[in-house]
């Protein structure tokens, strides 16, 4: 069973700084991107960062480009979200996600495209 765990999130004034975790288990990690997506209520679940299964090729919306970067650890089998000069508009609930097959990067920004979530964690950003 695959489980994905998020945490670090919390409450930050803008133009500071968090760095989310996402902790895998139940299959290898090595062989499956990831993604991040988050929500704000009411709204859309939208795409934030990919990162491909070697950690070589990322990719991140338009709003976070330059701000946020993706990575991963395979050996500690976690994927990370590091989020500089936030802004109150990156209020919201992130999830990282995975799809079922291995290697495969297809249509990473849709939520379609992955099969496990986890429960999310709560970022906000005061102005």
């Known amino acids: 069973q695959v489980q994905l765990v998020e945490s670090g999130g919390g409450l930050v004034q803008a133009g500071g700084s968090l760095r989310l975790s996402c902790a895998a288990s139940g299959r290898p990690f090595s062989s499956y991107s990831m993604g991040w997506f988050r929500q704000s209520p009411g709204k859309e679940r939208d795409f934030v960062a990919h990162i491909s299964w070697s950690g070589g090729n990322t990719v991140y919306a338009d709003s976070v480009k330059g701000r946020f970067t993706i990575s991963r650890d395979n050996a500690e089998n976690t994927v990370y979200l590091q989020m500089n000069s936030l802004k109150p508009e990156d209020t919201a609930v992130y999830y990282c996600?995975?799809?079922?097959?291995?290697?495969?990067?297809?249509?990473?920004?849709?939520?379609?495209?992955?099969?496990?979530w986890g429960q999310g964690t709560q970022v906000t950003v005061s102005s």
């Open positions: 996600a995975a799809p079922r097959a291995a290697y495969y990067s297809g249509r990473y920004a849709s939520t379609s495209s992955y099969d496990y």
